[in-house]
C-alpha cells in the first residue's frame, strides 16, 4: 500500500542534543509538510516543501532545519533539543495535481526532551 | 488570527445515534478547501472528509456528512449512526491560498466518546 512512513515512533533525548525525524512516503506526492502536536493547540506547521529544491518556514519553525533529499524523504532537525519541543511530530504529504490537495499523514513521532 | 474554531472541547453520544462536530472558520478567499481528520487514541491522523468552496453539494463520505453553511462559515461534521470505534479526537482543518502558502491550519479538536 502507498503509504507515509515516519522514524523513529517514539524517541527520548537530552536537553543540546541533536535529533533528526525522518519520513518516507511511497504515494508518489510531491508535497510535505512537518507538523508538531501540542496538547489543547491541533496541528501547527513548522516547515513545508513543494518539490525537492523548494523548502519554505512554517508558522513555528525557530528551532528546527529540514532536508528534502529526495521527492519521497523529508527529514526534520532539531539542532539542539529543548524541552519545550516535547511534541508529537507528524509529517504529512499532498498532491498537487489533484482536485483538493489533500493531506495524508504518517503515523507520528512521540518526542520528549528531558 | 484563529482561522479555525472548534468551540465543544468534548462530546459524548450514544451508539447508534447521530453528532454534530461545529466548525467554524474565517478567510477572505473566495477559493478553499476545508477538511475533517480523525485522530484516534493511537495518535494517527485520518483524513475523513473534504469540501471545496465551491461545491454547490454537501459532501458525504461513508457515514460522514459535511454540513457546510457557506453564508456562515461552517463545516459542521456529522457522523452517523455512531460505533464504538468513531470514539476519537476530530479536527476541522482548512486550506487557502492566503499569501499563497496555501497552508493547512487546524482547529484544536473535538473530543467524542461514544458510549454503549
Known amino acids: 500500500d502507498a503509504d507515509v512512513t515516519q522514524t523513529p515512533r517514539n524517541r527520548i533525548t537530552k536537553t543540546g542534543k541533536r535529533i533528526m525525524l525522518e519520513c518516507s512516503q511511497t504515494?508518489?506526492?510531491?508535497?510535505m509538510y512537518w507538523y508538531r502536536q501540542d496538547p489543547g493547540l491541533g496541528l501547527r506547521l513548522i516547515y513545508y516543501?513543494?518539490?525537492?529544491?523548494?523548502?519554505n518556514k512554517g508558522e513555528i519553525s525557530d528551532g528546527y532545519s529540514v532536508s528534502r533529499q529526495a521527492q519521497a524523504k523529508f527529514s526534520l532537525s532539531l539542532e539542539s533539543a529543548i524541552p519545550n519541543q516535547t511534541a508529537l511530530y507528524f509529517c504529512?504529504?499532498?498532491?498537487?495535481?489533484?482536485?483538493?490537495?489533500?493531506?495524508?499523514f504518517g503515523p507520528g513521532t512521540r518526542l520528549t526532551v528531558l | 488570527a484563529q482561522k479555525i474554531t472548534q468551540t465543544q472541547p468534548g462530546m459524548f453520544v450514544q451508539e447508534k445515534e447521530a453528532v454534530t462536530l461545529d466548525c467554524t472558520y474565517d478567510?477572505?478567499?473566495?477559493?478553499?478547501?476545508l477538511f475533517w481528520y480523525k485522530q484516534p487514541s493511537s495518535g494517527e491522523m485520518i483524513f475523513l472528509i473534504y469540501?471545496?468552496?465551491?461545491?454547490?453539494q454537501n459532501a458525504t463520505e461513508g457515514r460522514y456528512s459535511l454540513n457546510f453553511q457557506k453564508a456562515r462559515k461552517s463545516a459542521n461534521l456529522v457522523i452517523s449512526a455512531s460505533q464504538l470505534g468513531d470514539s476519537a479526537m476530530y479536527f476541522c482543518?482548512?486550506?487557502?491560498?492566503?499569501?499563497?502558502?496555501?497552508?493547512?491550519?487546524f482547529g484544536a479538536g473535538t473530543t467524542v466518546t461514544v458510549r454503549a
Open positions: 504529512a504529504t499532498s498532491f498537487s495535481g489533484g482536485s483538493t490537495d489533500t493531506q495524508y
Open positions: 504515494k508518489g506526492h510531491d508535497r
Open positions: 516543501s513543494f518539490d525537492v529544491k523548494d523548502i
Open positions: 478567510t477572505s478567499d473566495p477559493s478553499y478547501g
Open positions: 469540501q471545496g468552496s465551491y461545491d454547490q
Open positions: 482543518a482548512m486550506r487557502d491560498a492566503g499569501g499563497n502558502d496555501y497552508k493547512l491550519s
